[in-house]
């Protein structure tokens, strides 16, 4: 992870998912973790602090891990 990486949380990750953030700084308040700037609907923004292990750096999400997280329904 790295200040600007685009991330989303690993427990909301899908091939739809709208939830994005941005990191903005490490977090001075929770050792390893970063602060990261959440979009959300009507233009409403959120700042927050995110351990490491529960985000996933959009740009190393390869196209097998998409495959591997679509859900099909019938």
Known sequence: MHIGALVSKKS???VDSQLIGIIVCKSSMIEGAWLVLWTLS????KLQ???TSALIDLHTVST?????RV???L
Do not use: L, P
């Open 12 to 14: 909301r990750w899908g």
């Open 42 to 45: 009507d233009n409403k923004y």
């Open 49 to 51: 602090d995110h351990i």
């Open 64 to 68: 097998e891990s998409i495959k591997s």
């Open 71 to 73: 859900r099909i329904t």
